[in-house]
């Protein structure tokens, strides 16, 4: 059974960081073809896709967001962490992670419950 | 940047059919996905590789792929199907994905 949970603040001031983590079970980031996904959701609005990472370290990111977010994972933890700089009142939202099918185009089959983080000072 | 057209809204009344389109340039090379949202919930994956269903996803659901169109088809809508549905795909290379704009799914 694949788990996601996602955890980090849930109030962040303009400027800041943003350090998501998410915990995942049922899988491993080991096994080739997997790989774990973030997406947010501006409250009322649209799925963003903001980045993934794949079992072999390969990253992909937002063309629009890549300057500011960087996704690393830790194999032996089960975690993988999103982080974003320089935090805009604009970036309030829910965040997913995912897990990344392993066949096909890129997609989510199971996603975390999302955290909901508020940008404001 | 690629981007997934979605219509914003579609209405239907109980035990009629839903259609809901998603168009793209790359979508004749890349697989679509469907997502229902309910709200305060994660997304569901209904819809896979255009046409395929997960397990658990009822069989009223389903999905059809035409040039750079795609549809997912509920038919015989029931109360529980009122949801937001989105697509999501990729840039043609593979290496950026897209969500659409999302659908507003009302049963009368």
């Known amino acids: 059974q694949i788990t996601l949970k996602e955890s980090g603040p849930t109030l962040v001031k303009p400027t800041q960081t943003l350090t998501l983590t998410c915990t995942f079970s049922?899988?491993?980031?080991?096994?080739?073809?997997?790989?774990v996904g973030w997406i947010r959701q501006p409250p009322g609005k649209a799925l963003e896709w903001l980045a993934l990472?794949?079992?072999?370290?390969?990253?992909r990111y937002s063309p629009s967001l890549k300057s500011r977010l960087t996704i690393t994972k830790d194999t032996s933890k089960n975690q993988v962490v999103l982080t974003m700089t320089n935090m805009d009142p604009v970036d309030t939202a829910t965040y997913y992670c995912a897990h990344v099918e392993p066949a096909g185009t890129p997609n989510f089959d199971y996603w975390g419950q999302g955290t909901l983080v508020t940008v404001s000072s | 940047s690629y981007e997934l057209t979605q219509p914003p809204s579609v209405s239907v009344s109980p035990g009629q059919t839903a259609r809901i389109t998603c168009s793209g340039d790359a979508l004749p090379k890349q697989y679509a996905y469907w997502y229902q949202q309910k709200p305060g919930q994660a997304p569901v994956l209904v819809i896979y590789k255009d046409s395929e269903r997960p397990s658990g996803i009822p069989e009223r659901f389903s999905g059809s792929s035409s040039g750079t169109t795609v549809t997912l088809t509920i038919s015989g809508v029931q109360a529980e199907d009122e949801a937001d549905y989105y697509c999501q795909s990729a840039d043609s290379s593979g290496t950026y994905l897209v969500f659409g704009g999302g659908t507003k799914l009302t049963v009368l």
């Open positions: 990472i794949y079992w072999n370290d390969d990253k």
């Open positions: 049922g899988f491993s980031l080991s096994t080739s073809g997997v790989g």
